[in-house]
């Protein structure tokens, strides 16, 4: 959490002046009329900074024991079957070994509890504890209320591995319980209902069965067929896993029987038994401990939030003296028993910044915000489980510097006939993310008594729960010290010797080259990894890839290193993300920091039709753009294009066509190159917001990319194949009208862990001590004496025509040290692949040694002398007179590694669930 002190931004006011300020805010408050849930009146000039991330909320009300009541629903079953739990008819259930056995004849089925229980948005993982034998199959199925339990709405999962008891723990994933899903009359539910969405949208599973069966069987609905040596095979691409990492199976019926090699397998009776001894319905919203906060997904938004249950048996009727006023006569609405406050106290200035979302049955929640002194006039936000975040940014000058509480009181609305829902708002505005909310309090003492009910019944224990989460609140004031906004663009899989800026002779970049000849080039920089997680990775955190160890889809960086959007948010920057690969978002661990962290689900990214992502990406970032317009933001933009799949609009094709001697159909790279042109289009709308914003001249522009992209150049294509300078040169250009020089071009060796602390240096900020780059900001902004002059050396290297002689400069104060070696790191493979292996780079003083690493040993592969070859065609490996060279890179090489996995911090990556999966071997990550 970020805590400046008032004095640091400077608005501290005598007493006198504060009382005499109350008083005036206070008469003018009586005649305040409009919406106060809006964009807060910003101060003439001034740049707004965070000053503090969250509230400490608490629980207040008569009957709140001050803790959430729990989501997760634990069934014990060391008694016997738990209340609400049926066996079939045919099974034999008793008590044994600490839960319950059960026997039967080839099924048998445990049902689940009431309907109503089971909650897709707020359940995320059915747990069972069971003593399994290897030869039983367990299966969970499930239905919606009027409907038969079916073998197409069913999951397998692997048995875990026993403890000391020989209990498994089998876990299934609630949100992949999908299919059947029906919209009102029985028809099929319309394409772009919450259910098609990669989130956790509530699907109608009404009530759930634990079947057990022999191993290898398949229900054919009356009869089941046998054959111990055939598996059970997926047949829904959308929720098939493979069976290595215990993955989701679904069983079609109309497959039929088993068929063996002398026909169809005959009918034969096949005894059933296994222990249970618990059944758990877990949610990840409840917090391990009072304080704790989530990281919560909604939509594909990602935000830091505490989760509070609305609803419970416990539910009382809503007091008229807090009922919104300019809620329609036609609204109806049950109070729940949460009522949270926190204390507050802002600066004369301040805003605060505010999101909610909900989860829950079809739950909408109505949340009035107001203050315990009545100075600031109530708010009242309107968000839907479907709609994702709601926004809200309050004005806090009403308070006048003074503390107070904030207060959050929450409502559900049912319709007029009591079957819940929402009808449409008369006079209702949109909020910031889209969700619907109403005006504030206009004042006054209307009555309002015949618009909602005067009691309510209490709700039933078991039904779904409603669930508000309470995003952490920003609250911003008049930055102290002005600084850039940062914009890191990255556009993966680019090779800087495919733009123009960087001497490609066909117009793949114009915009970028306007960038360029207005700010600074890095003449090569060099890639961390040739593939995308350990590559951003290094470029976010600093850290070469041994040492954050985050090197396949199984790891994931520590949360205890701290990320470029950790350091800009402790400075006082809103942080925000628009990532559309997986590798670069949360689960790599790379959303920390970030106040929002826009996953690929968020821009419909998860299904890869076409990676040409920028395009998805230029409305809401705009958009966002647009709604910070006086605010220190930080931006961090992942674009898929040009990866693979390669398909440009002939649009962006054509230029390149035009421009090639190749005839007839495109190849690879030329389609590669359309996507280029296309991602650059994009890139000049970004600058059209930027302008849009007024922030254009204010903006520290850093444009990248995470590694490059093969042509069969070395006799290999795409990427993570070789650590050659196709899949390792990116580029780096850096525009900052305010704060660098235009037309200057560096030399290095520069590499990704040197862009965030340059970033930071450049707005004035010092990087973390565990960071292990340079901060090059006055290399590149050149200051001191020092200079530039042309350099025939670099004209192999750099852009201008020809004949031209670019100005490179080499030297310079912070400028990096020519000898400075640079580590490149990969592995080929997955960590699942027996021939899975990794390899290492080394670059130094012009040289370059590729090499495979073998039980910590480092193995000479390729030797190459950069200065001379830069296509890497002369292999000097084998080469005597260059054996000391060799040698000494190997050295190097073993001792960074060496250091960097001593000092690792990686963690276990949460595990794939089907969809990312899919998402990955489409992307090639996963074959």
Same mark, same amino acid.
């Given at each position: 959490?970020?805590?400046?002190?008032?004095?640091?931004?400077?608005?501290?006011?005598?007493?006198?002046?504060?009382?005499?300020?109350?008083?005036?805010?206070?008469?003018?408050?009586?005649?305040?009329?409009?919406?106060?849930?809006?964009?807060?009146?910003?101060?003439?000039?001034?740049?707004?900074?965070?000053?503090?991330?969250?509230?400490?909320?608490?629980?207040?009300?008569?009957?709140?024991?001050?803790?959430?009541?729990?989501?997760?629903?634990?069934?014990?079953?060391?008694?016997?079957?738990? !209340?609400?739990?049926?066996?079939? %008819?045919?099974?034999? @259930?008793? +008590?044994?070994? /600490? #839960?319950? *056995?059960?026997? $039967?004849?080839?099924?048998?089925?445990?049902?689940?509890?009431?309907?109503?229980?089971?909650?897709?948005?707020?359940?995320?993982?059915?747990?069972?504890?069971?003593?399994?034998?290897?030869?039983?199959?367990?299966?969970?199925?499930?239905?919606?209320?009027?409907?038969?339990?079916?073998?197409?709405?069913?999951?397998?999962?692997?048995?875990?591995?026993?403890? !000391?008891?020989?209990?498994?723990? %089998?876990?299934?994933? @609630?949100? +992949?319980?999908? /299919? #059947?899903? *029906?919209?009102? $009359?029985?028809?099929?539910?319309?394409?772009?209902?919450?259910?098609?969405?990669?989130?956790?949208?509530?699907?109608?599973?009404?009530?759930?069965?634990?079947?057990?069966?022999?191993?290898?069987?398949?229900?054919?609905?009356?009869?089941?067929?046998?054959?111990?040596?055939?598996?059970?095979?997926?047949?829904?691409?959308?929720?098939?896993?493979?069976?290595?990492?215990?993955?989701?199976?679904?069983?079609?019926?109309?497959?039929?029987?088993?068929? /063996?090699?002398?026909?169809?397998?005959?009918?034969?009776?096949?005894?059933?038994?296994?222990?249970?001894?618990?059944?758990?319905?877990?949610?990840?919203?409840?917090?391990?401990?009072?304080?704790?906060?989530?990281?919560?997904?909604?939509?594909?938004?990602?935000?830091?939030?505490?989760?509070?249950?609305?609803?419970?048996?416990?539910?009382?009727?809503?007091?008229?003296?807090?009922?919104?006023?300019?809620?329609?006569?036609?609204?109806?609405?049950?109070?729940?028993?949460?009522?949270?406050?926190?204390?507050?106290?802002?600066?004369?200035?301040?805003?605060?910044?505010?999101?909610?979302?909900?989860?829950?049955?079809?739950?909408?929640?109505?949340?009035?915000?107001?203050?315990?002194?009545?100075?600031?006039?109530?708010?009242?936000?309107?968000?839907?489980?479907?709609?994702?975040?709601?926004?809200?940014?309050?004005?806090?000058?009403?308070?006048?510097?003074?503390?107070?509480?904030?207060?959050?009181?929450?409502?559900?609305?049912?319709?007029?006939?009591?079957?819940?829902?929402?009808?449409?708002?008369?006079?209702?505005?949109?909020?910031?993310?889209?969700?619907?909310?109403?005006?504030?309090?206009?004042?006054?003492?209307?009555?309002?008594?015949?618009?909602?009910?005067?009691?309510?019944?209490?709700?039933?224990?078991?039904?779904?729960?409603?669930?508000?989460?309470?995003?952490?609140?920003?609250?911003?004031?008049?930055?102290?010290?002005?600084?850039?906004?940062?914009?890191?663009?990255?556009?993966?899989?680019?090779?800087?010797?495919?733009?123009?800026?960087?001497?490609?002779?066909?117009?793949?970049?114009?915009?970028?080259?306007?960038?360029?000849?207005?700010?600074?080039?890095?003449?090569?920089?060099?890639?961390?990894?040739?593939?995308?997680?350990?590559?951003?990775?290094?470029?976010?955190?600093?850290?070469?890839?041994?040492?954050?160890?985050?090197?396949?889809?199984?790891?994931?960086?520590?949360?205890?290193?701290?990320?470029?959007?950790?350091?800009?948010?402790?400075?006082?920057?809103?942080?925000?993300?628009?990532?559309?690969?997986?590798?670069?978002?949360?689960?790599?661990?790379?959303?920390?920091?970030?106040?929002?962290?826009?996953?690929?689900?968020?821009?419909?990214?998860?299904?890869?039709?076409?990676?040409?992502?920028?395009?998805?990406?230029?409305?809401?970032?705009?958009?966002?753009?647009?709604?910070?317009?006086?605010?220190?933001?930080?931006?961090?933009?992942?674009?898929?294009?040009?990866?693979?799949?390669?398909?440009?609009?002939?649009?962006?094709?054509?230029?390149?066509?035009?421009?090639?001697?190749?005839?007839?159909?495109?190849?690879?790279?030329?389609?590669?190159?359309?996507?280029?042109?296309?991602?650059?289009?994009?890139?000049?709308?970004?600058?059209?917001?930027?302008?849009?914003?007024?922030?254009?001249?204010?903006?520290?522009?850093?444009?990248?990319?995470?590694?490059?992209?093969?042509?069969?150049?070395?006799?290999?294509?795409?990427?993570?194949?070789?650590?050659?300078?196709?899949?390792?040169?990116?580029?780096?250009?850096?525009?900052?009208?305010?704060?660098?020089?235009?037309?200057?071009?560096?030399?290095?060796?520069?590499?990704?862990?040197?862009?965030?602390?340059?970033?930071?240096?450049?707005?004035?900020?010092?990087?973390?001590?565990?960071?292990?780059?340079?901060?090059?900001?006055?290399?590149?902004?050149?200051?001191?004496?020092?200079?530039?002059?042309?350099?025939?050396?670099?004209?192999?290297?750099?852009?201008?025509?020809?004949?031209?002689?670019?100005?490179?400069?080499?030297?310079?104060?912070?400028?990096?040290?020519?000898?400075?070696?640079?580590?490149?790191?990969?592995?080929?493979?997955?960590?699942?692949?027996?021939?899975?292996?990794?390899?290492?780079?080394?670059?130094?003083?012009?040289?370059?040694?590729?090499?495979?690493?073998?039980?910590?040993?480092?193995?000479?592969?390729?030797?190459?002398?950069?200065?001379?070859?830069?296509?890497?065609?002369?292999?000097?490996?084998?080469?005597?007179?260059?054996?000391?060279?060799?040698?000494?890179?190997?050295?190097?090489?073993?001792?960074?590694?060496?250091?960097?996995?001593?000092?690792?911090?990686?963690?276990?990556?949460?595990?794939?669930?089907?969809?990312?999966?899919?998402?990955?071997?489409?992307?090639?990550?996963?074959?």
């Amino acid at each position: 959490m970020v805590r400046l002190s008032r004095a640091r931004y400077g608005r501290v006011m005598p007493r006198s002046a504060r009382v005499l300020r109350r008083l005036a805010v206070a008469l003018a408050s009586v005649f305040l009329v409009g919406a106060a849930c809006g964009p807060a009146e910003p101060v003439a000039g001034a740049r707004y900074a965070v000053v503090a991330r969250g509230l400490a909320w608490e629980r207040v009300g008569a009957e709140d024991d001050g803790s959430i009541a729990p989501l997760t629903r634990h069934d014990d079953f060391a008694d016997g079957l738990p !209340a609400g739990w049926t066996a079939s %008819v045919s099974a034999e @259930v008793d +008590a044994a070994d /600490g #839960g319950v *056995r059960v026997r $039967g004849v080839d099924e048998v089925a445990l049902r689940g509890p009431a309907p109503g229980v089971v909650e897709v948005s707020v359940h995320h993982r059915l747990v069972v504890r069971a003593k399994l034998h290897d030869d039983v199959e367990l299966r969970v199925r499930w239905r919606r209320a009027g409907e038969d339990f079916s073998d197409e709405r069913s999951l397998v999962r692997a048995h875990g591995p026993r403890d !000391a008891d020989g209990f498994s723990l %089998v876990e299934f994933p @609630v949100r +992949a319980m999908r /299919g #059947g899903a *029906r919209a009102a $009359g029985g028809a099929p539910a319309a394409r772009g209902a919450p259910f098609d969405k990669a989130r956790d949208a509530a699907e109608g599973v009404d009530e759930f069965e634990l079947v057990l069966r022999p191993a290898g069987t398949r229900g054919t609905g009356d009869a089941l067929a046998r054959d111990g040596a055939l598996a059970a095979t997926g047949t829904d691409a959308g929720v098939a896993d493979d069976a290595a990492t215990g993955g989701a199976v679904h069983i079609d019926p109309a497959d039929g029987p088993v068929v /063996g090699p002398d026909g169809p397998a005959p009918h034969l009776p096949v005894p059933v038994e296994a222990v249970v001894a618990s059944v758990t319905l877990a949610s990840d919203f409840d917090p391990p401990d009072a304080s704790a906060t989530l990281r919560v997904d909604r939509d594909g938004l990602l935000r830091t939030a505490r989760a509070h249950r609305v609803d419970d048996a416990s539910r009382t009727p809503v007091s008229s003296s807090t009922t919104p006023r300019t809620w329609p006569a036609d609204r109806h609405h049950e109070r729940g028993p949460v009522r949270l406050e926190a204390p507050l106290d802002p600066g004369p200035h301040d805003r605060l910044r505010l999101a909610f979302a909900a989860a829950g049955r079809d739950a909408t929640l109505l949340v009035t915000v107001s203050d315990t002194s009545g100075r600031l006039p109530h708010a009242h936000v309107e968000v839907d489980a479907r709609e994702g975040w709601g926004a809200c940014t309050l004005d806090l000058a009403p308070l006048g510097g003074e503390p107070t509480r904030l207060v959050l009181e929450v409502v559900r609305p049912v319709a007029a006939d009591g079957e819940g829902g929402v009808g449409s708002t008369a006079g209702s505005a949109r909020g910031e993310s889209g969700t619907r909310r109403t005006a504030a309090d206009e004042g006054g003492d209307a009555t309002h008594g015949a618009a909602f009910r005067d009691t309510l019944e209490p709700v039933a224990a078991d039904a779904a729960p409603a669930v508000l989460l309470v995003a952490d609140a920003l609250r911003l004031a008049p930055a102290a010290t002005p600084r850039p906004d940062v914009v890191l663009y990255l556009v993966d899989t680019l090779r800087a010797d495919r733009l123009g800026v960087y001497g490609h002779d066909r117009p793949t970049d114009p915009h970028l080259a306007e960038i360029a000849d207005a700010g600074v080039v890095v003449e090569r920089l060099t890639a961390a990894s040739n593939w995308t997680r350990p590559a951003t990775t290094s470029l976010l955190t600093s850290l070469d890839p041994p040492r954050h160890g985050n090197l396949t889809h199984l790891d994931r960086v520590s949360d205890g290193v701290t990320t470029l959007a950790e350091a800009l948010a402790d400075a006082g920057y809103v942080t925000t993300s628009f990532v559309t690969n997986y590798n670069a978002g949360a689960w790599s661990g790379l959303d920390q920091g970030f106040d929002e962290a826009r996953e690929p689900t968020a821009h419909g990214a998860s299904a890869v039709a076409t990676t040409l992502t920028s395009a998805v990406l230029a409305d809401p970032l705009a958009a966002f753009l647009a709604e910070h317009a006086d605010e220190q933001v930080f931006v961090y933009v992942h674009s898929m294009d040009p990866h693979q799949p390669y398909r440009p609009p002939m649009d962006d094709l054509y230029p390149i066509m035009r421009n090639s001697p190749e005839i007839g159909r495109p190849t690879d790279a030329l389609n590669y190159e359309g996507e280029i042109h296309h991602n650059d289009r994009m890139l000049a709308r970004l600058d059209e917001a930027l302008a849009a914003s007024g922030r254009a001249d204010d903006t520290l522009l850093a444009v990248t990319s995470d590694h490059g992209e093969a042509f069969g150049e070395h006799g290999v294509f795409a990427h993570r194949s070789s650590l050659h300078e196709e899949q390792i040169r990116v580029p780096w250009v850096l525009r900052w009208p305010a704060g660098l020089p235009a037309g200057r071009r560096v030399a290095g060796p520069i590499t990704h862990v040197d862009v965030a602390p340059t970033l930071l240096g450049l707005a004035g900020l010092r990087a973390p001590d565990d960071w292990r780059g340079l901060d090059l900001a006055a290399f590149l902004r050149g200051d001191g004496p020092g200079g530039a002059a042309p350099d025939d050396s670099a004209a192999s290297d750099v852009v201008g025509g020809p004949g031209a002689r670019p100005l490179v400069v080499r030297s310079g104060p912070g400028a990096p040290d020519p000898d400075r070696p640079l580590l490149v790191h990969t592995t080929h493979g997955t960590a699942e692949d027996e021939d899975a292996h990794e390899e290492v780079a080394v670059l130094r003083g012009g040289w370059k040694l590729v090499a495979g690493v073998l039980d910590g040993d480092v193995v000479p592969r390729h030797l190459y002398r950069l200065t001379d070859d830069p296509g890497e065609r002369a292999d000097l490996v084998g080469d005597p007179a260059h054996a000391a060279v060799r040698a000494a890179l190997a050295r190097w090489a073993e001792d960074a590694l060496r250091e960097g996995r001593a000092a690792s911090r990686s963690e276990a990556a949460e595990a794939m669930d089907p969809e990312r999966r899919r998402w990955m071997e489409e992307m090639g990550y996963l074959r």
